[in-house]
């Protein structure tokens, strides 16, 4: 959906979450790294898109390759002396969005089998003379 501003303008469409976070690759610019990064960021975008606020690109250097997602690092070079898959990127990804599960509410919880096991009333506690 594209809106029509005062002046006739088009305005972008909101795409996306805009409440989500915001997918994050630093990748080392002097070790051309902008193809990997490119690729990495269409891969991601294909299944991500609507669960993101924004892509960021950010250059760097000294071999960094950083990937993360809102406050969550989904993958680092550096820590693992590799470039990621897409695959681990996007697993990673799912596991950070993914909500997580609620408690259950107290009424809910199994018994506790300890406070639940009654003790009969005439029972003879263990190592004592009858």
Not at 24 to 47: D, F
Not at 62 to 74: A, I
Not at 82 to 89: D, Q, Y
Not at 94 to 122: H, R, S
Request: proline letters at 12%; charged letters at 15%.
């Amino acid at each position: 959906m594209v809106s029509t501003g005062q002046h006739g303008t088009s305005a972008p469409a909101v795409f996306g979450a805009p409440d989500g976070p915001v997918l994050t690759i630093e990748y080392c610019a002097p070790c051309n790294y902008l193809p990997r990064t490119l690729w990495h960021a269409q891969e991601l975008l294909a299944s991500l898109a609507t669960s993101l606020s924004a892509l960021r690109l950010v250059p760097a250097d000294n071999g960094r390759y950083t990937v993360t997602l809102g406050t969550t690092e989904l993958f680092s070079k550096e820590k693992e002396g590799r470039f990621p898959e897409v695959a681990e990127l996007l697993a990673a990804a799912f596991a950070a969005l993914a909500p997580a599960p609620a408690p259950a509410p107290a009424d809910k919880l199994p018994a506790d089998p300890v406070a639940t096991d009654a003790v009969p009333t005439d029972a003879v506690p263990v190592g004592s003379v009858s």
